[in-house]
């Protein structure tokens, strides 16, 4: 009797870990600047361990909506909160694989000054601050949302609004291009962003596949050869316009 259930629990690990292998995976990947790299690591990763994946290119709203639903098996890429509670209160899992550290920046107009501790603990003076809608809650405030950097940029320059938070990989180069020299950086946070699972899926065979494929490719320096700029580039550098 004990032999049997030996067996059987074998087998069910056996087939749990096989699992991520040989399959075809649903990936989303958020429409951003960076979404070819994200493409070809999640490429890589499939190459990596002999599974196929069936892959869409989305904007980020699209993207969480079907993650959300347990539409996809993997949405990448997203950010994690820094505290337990909002981490908790997620509607999606982060996969145990981990991607890299990104800074954020805090962008506001040279002539009008603003306490960036006050917006880390709440924003009780009120400031007028926009960001991308997919991150607001990790911001800590109630920001604006907007999809238009550019636009962003040219409001803070003109005074209609007090500042502008976002990547710094995303932002700063459409900041360089448009060459506001009004415009004033500082590090807001950094956060850490993950490959995004459905909730209650942590050790599937997608977080399985994901976690086996970045310790292969890491191996093999596939990694650093797509991301290796973008997580030199991630952290905070403290340039000025």
């Known amino acids: 009797m004990r032999s049997l259930v030996r067996n ?18 649903k990936v989303a990947v958020k429409q951003l600047a960076t979404s070819e ?8 990763i499939a190459e990596a361990t002999g599974n196929t994946l069936t892959m869409e290119v989305l904007p980020p709203p699209r993207s969480v909506a079907l993650l959300e ?10 950010l994690l909160p820094k505290d337990v509670a909002s981490q908790a209160a997620l509607k999606f899992d982060a996969s145990a694989a981990p991607l890299y550290e ?26 007028k601050i926009e960001t991308d809608g997919s991150i607001i809650s990790l911001l800590g405030f109630k920001a604006l949302p907007t999809t238009n ?14 500042g502008y938070i976002y990547s710094q990989l995303t932002a700063d180069p ?15 946070d950094s956060f850490n962003l993950i490959f995004a699972i459905p909730k209650g899926r942590k050790g599937g065979p ?8 970045m310790k292969k490719i890491k191996a093999s ?21």
Do not use: H
């Not at 059987?8 to 995976?25: E, G, K, P, Q």
């Not at 459409?174 to 060459?179: M, N, Y």
């Not at 320096?221 to 316009?241: C, L, R, S």
């Open 69 to 78: 639903a347990a539409q996809v098996d993997i949405e990448v890429p997203n």
């Open 102 to 127: 990104l800074a954020f920046v805090l962008y506001t107009n040279k002539s009008k000054p603003i306490d960036v501790d006050n917006l880390r603990k709440g924003n009780s003076k009120g400031y």
């Open 8 to 25: 059987i629990v074998v087998a069910l690990v056996f087939s749990v870990a096989s699992a991520a292998f040989c399959a075809d995976f």
């Open 221 to 241: 320096g596939k990694f650093d050869a797509i991301f290796g700029e973008m997580v030199t580039g991630g952290k905070y550098n403290p340039w000025q316009p």
């Open 206 to 213: 997608a977080d399985l596949m994901l976690v086996e494929g």
């Open 149 to 162: 950097i550019e636009g962003s940029f040219r409001k803070t320059d003109q005074g209609v609004i007090d």
């Open 37 to 44: 790299q994200y493409k070809s690591l999640m490429t890589a």
């Open 174 to 188: 459409v900041l360089r291009q448009i060459g506001l020299k009004s415009i004033k950086r500082e590090l807001y």
